[in-house]
C-alpha cells in the first residue's frame, strides 16, 4: 500500500497570507489527524477528521481550518499566516483495530512565514 | 488530562550499547500507548504500541517497550545501539475506548546520540 501523501513538502509565505495544505492518506482509512511541530512547542494535535466530519479539535485559533473530501484526502488552510506559524505540518492516516487507533504520518509540510 | 513525560531530552550512547529511553504518563484511564521515531526532515514511524494485550512489546528495528501500571511507565529499549538508531523519538499516549478521536498527546521527544 502506499503511505501517506502530503503536498507540497515546502512553503515559504510572508505574513498576512494563507495557505493550504493538503493530505492524501492510506488507501481505505477514513480518519485524518493533522498536527504541528515547533522546536519550542513539540506536536501539537491541530484536528481530526473522519467521512467528511470533524470530530475533535485541538486548542488552535480559528485561523487554522480543515476539511475532509468524499475520497478521504484532506485539507488544512492557514489564513492570516504569523511569524509563529512557521513549522512542520504532519498529517497521519489512521486506521482502527481492535479498539485501538494507529496514526501513520506522511513526510510533513515545511512551512516558513517570513 | 493526559500526559507523558520523557525524561532526559538528549540520551547519548556508544554503538553496541544499551539504549534506554524513558516515558512516563498521566492518565485518567488506561491509555494505549505509542513509541515513534523521527529521522531528521522526516516524519513519524511507528515502531511500536501497546493496546492492553502483552505488556512486553516489540517493535521494529529491535526495540521493545515494557508497560508498567504500577509505575506509569513505558520505557523503550534496546540491546545493542547501531548508528542508524540516531534519531529522535517520540513517546505518545491515547485513552483506550476510542474517544480520543484521532489525537495523540506526545511528549516533548529525546533525541539519540549514537558515538561510534
Known amino acids: 500500500k502506499a503511505g501517506v501523501t502530503q503536498t507540497p513538502r515546502y512553503l515559504i509565505k510572508t505574513r498576512g497570507q494563507q495557505v493550504t495544505l493538503s493530505c492524501s492518506p492510506i488507501?481505505?482509512?477514513?480518519?485524518v489527524s493533522w498536527y504541528q511541530q515547533t522546536p519550542g512547542q513539540g506536536l501539537q494535535f491541530l484536528f481530526e477528521?473522519?467521512?467528511?466530519?470533524?470530530?475533535n479539535k485541538g486548542n488552535f485559533p480559528g485561523r487554522f481550518s480543515g476539511r475532509q473530501f468524499s475520497n478521504s484526502r484532506s485539507e488544512m488552510n492557514v489564513s492570516t499566516l504569523e511569524l509563529g506559524d512557521s513549522a512542520l505540518y504532519l498529517c497521519?492516516?489512521?486506521?482502527?483495530?481492535?479498539?485501538?487507533?494507529?496514526?501513520?504520518f506522511g513526510p510533513g509540510t515545511r512551512l516558513l512565514v517570513l | 488530562a493526559q500526559s507523558v513525560t520523557q525524561l532526559g531530552s538528549h540520551v547519548s550512547v556508544s554503538e553496541g550499547a544499551l539504549v534506554l529511553l524513558r516515558c512516563n504518563y498521566s492518565?485518567?484511564?488506561?491509555?494505549?500507548l505509542f513509541w515513534y521515531v523521527q529521522y531528521p526532515n522526516q516524519g513519524l514511524q511507528l515502531l511500536l504500541k501497546?493496546?492492553?494485550?502483552?505488556?512486553l512489546v516489540k517493535g521494529i528495528n529491535g526495540f521493545e517497550a515494557e508497560f508498567k501500571k504500577s509505575e506509569t511507565s513505558f520505557h523503550l529499549t534496546k540491546p545493542s545501539a547501531h548508528m542508524s538508531d540516531a534519531a529522535e523519538y517520540f513517546c505518545?499516549?491515547?485513552?483506550?475506548?476510542?474517544?480520543?478521536?484521532?489525537?495523540?498527546?506526545f511528549g516533548q521527544g529525546t533525541i539519540l546520540t549514537v558515538h561510534p
Open positions: 497521519a492516516s489512521n486506521r482502527a483495530s481492535g479498539g485501538a487507533e494507529t496514526q501513520y
Open positions: 488507501s481505505g482509512h477514513r480518519s
Open positions: 477528521y473522519f467521512s467528511e466530519t470533524q470530530r
Open positions: 492518565s485518567s484511564v488506561p491509555p494505549y
Open positions: 501497546y493496546t492492553s494485550a502483552a505488556t
Open positions: 505518545a499516549v491515547s485513552p483506550a475506548g476510542g474517544s480520543s478521536y484521532g489525537k495523540l498527546t
